[in-house]
């Protein structure tokens, strides 16, 4: 029963992940239901959590990479500061006690909430900005680590911030934001592993879900384009809002 569960999270956090970020706001919760809400599982739920995560973001990185939406010099460029940011995150978070960790992801959950319902990302109408090599490194390395220390909003984060610096159209921005999101995951998945920090009895049935979201919500990003991401962006955000709301005030 869990197993399904998990697939069925898999394939609604893949398909909103590939459009909009924000998926990792549903596996979270959903991998803390099954594994427990205790601290001493926190570190196992963040390596499990990235242990499905990156078979969403490779079906939706390989969409899009088919699509003319992917900016590929950005790609090679970010992609190495993606895999070591991603690993400095992970080694952070491995030495941080669980009873600290557990209400620091509490606290990043919420901050994460704010800064989606309040920080919009601009309407682009003029083509994208070439930026220097180290911006595009520092970008993707910050965020990617910001991924392996936590994870939830990285997507949406990527999105912002190339629509912000680089003018992407938010279409764009999503399918450029994956080869950063598939680097973080992937290179976090094999620091969780190699600490034997993944369960994944609990992370391939979701993994199945997420590779079936990705694609859907790959094709459909490419098919609708920006009018479909910003919507997705402000439904995540209400919904993570309404959910911290009620784990604050529920009896």
Do not use: C
């Amino acid at each position: 029963m869990i197993a399904l569960m998990l697939f069925a999270v898999g394939v609604i956090a893949g398909f909103v992940d590939a459009i909009a970020g924000g998926g990792g706001l549903l596996t979270v919760p959903a991998l803390f239901f099954g594994l427990g809400n205790g601290p001493a599982n926190t570190k196992l739920v963040l390596g499990t959590n990235k242990g499905q995560g990156v078979f969403g973001t490779a079906t939706s990185l390989q969409r899009f990479w088919q699509s003319p939406l992917l900016d590929r010099i950005r790609a090679i460029q970010s992609f190495p500061a993606a895999l070591a940011g991603a690993a400095a995150g992970v080694e952070v978070a491995w030495h941080i006690p669980g009873k600290i960790l557990a209400p620091l992801i509490i606290a990043l959950l919420a901050g994460v909430a704010v800064f989606m319902v309040f920080q919009r990302p601009p309407v682009v109408t003029e083509p994208p900005r070439r930026r220097g090599l180290l911006l595009t490194i520092a970008v993707a390395f910050i965020l990617a680590f910001y991924d392996g220390f936590f994870g939830p909003g990285t997507g949406t984060f990527l999105i912002i911030a190339y629509a912000y610096f680089w003018r992407d159209s938010l279409d764009a921005a999503s399918a450029n934001a994956k080869v950063v999101n598939f680097g973080s995951n992937l290179s976090a998945m094999i620091t969780f592993a190699a600490l034997g920090q993944i369960r994944w009895a609990m992370a391939l049935p979701m993994a199945a879900g997420q590779v079936i979201g990705g694609y859907l919500g790959a094709h459909a990003t490419i098919k609708a384009g920006r009018a479909l991401v910003r919507p997705v962006v402000i439904l995540v955000s209400i919904a993570l809002i309404a959910r911290l709301a009620w784990n604050l005030f529920a009896p």
